[in-house]
T-cell receptor
Framework: GAVVSQHPSRVICKSGTSVKIECRSL??????MFWYRQFPKQSLMLMAT?????????EQGVEKDKFLINHASLTLSTLTVTSAHPEDSSFYIC????????????FGPGTRLTVT | QKEVEQDPGPLSVPEGAIVSLNCTYS??????FMWYRQYSRKGPELLMY????GNKEDGRFTAQVDKSSKYISLFIRDSQPSDSATYLC?????????FGSGTKLNVKP
């Protein structure tokens, strides 16, 4: 299967600061990447769909100015949580879809963000 | 009504048992069906991917899709303690994915 990496795996930051999370597809080019948020014991909540070279499409209720997504290359998408607050503490997971293949979506290992 | 319904469990079985995990869905336009396994504090791992109705087998895992009933299943034969995880079903329509809430499985040695 395809490999997707995320960095960092864990981050602790102070309230009011910004945090950047990177998502990379290691052995394929991903024109589309997805960013999810997962609360404990809950399923994945799609935050946004990131397309290379264009603006991300955000899901309803997700603040685009707070969660900045950049997909500058076919192997890298970044999520920046701006002016983080404790309620932003969560598990953030990215995924990538292999172009021209059906429904397969490969996930990164996730990033646990804790805002103090 | 949610697009995808999945029993959250937890489901507890003895080692060696056959496990059946299920999801129902409401949108007949879903074309692709997937099962993911997620260990605690890890990203989901793709287990099975199917396109059409019928069965697909991979080792101890069998995925079954019944489009007429809008029902998908994942069977795990000879379950092992290492299978203990949360299993997510997922479906795709065009470029949008829909996930079930996940079923937590515990296989007791």
């Amino acid at each position: 299967g395809a490999v997707v990496s995320q960095h960092p795996s864990r981050v602790i930051c102070k309230s009011g600061t910004s945090v950047k999370i990177e998502c990379r597809s290691l052995d394929f080019q991903a024109t589309t990447m997805f960013w999810y948020r997962q609360f404990p014991k809950q399923s994945l909540m799609l935050m946004a769909t990131s397309n290379e070279g264009s603006k991300a499409t955000y899901e309803q209720g997700v603040e685009k100015d707070k969660f900045l997504i950049n997909h500058a290359s076919l192997t890298l998408s970044t999520l920046t949580v701006t002016s983080a607050h404790p309620e932003d503490s969560s598990f953030y997971i990215c995924s990538a879809k292999i172009p021209d293949r059906g429904g397969e979506q490969y996930f990164g290992p996730g990033t646990r963000l804790t805002v103090t | 009504q949610k697009e995808v319904e999945q029993d959250p469990g937890p489901l507890s079985v003895p080692e060696g048992a056959i496990v059946s995990l299920n999801c129902t869905y409401s949108n007949s336009a879903f074309q692709y069906f997937m099962w993911y396994r997620q260990y605690s504090r890890k990203g989901p791992e793709l287990l099975m991917y199917t396109y059409s109705s019928g069965n697909k087998e991979d080792g101890r895992f069998t995925a079954q899709v019944d489009k007429s009933s809008k029902y998908i299943s994942l069977f795990i034969r000879d379950s092992q303690p290492s299978d203990s995880a949360t299993y997510l079903c997922a479906m795709r329509n065009f470029n949008k994915f829909y996930f079930g809430s996940g079923t937590k499985l515990n296989v007791k040695p």
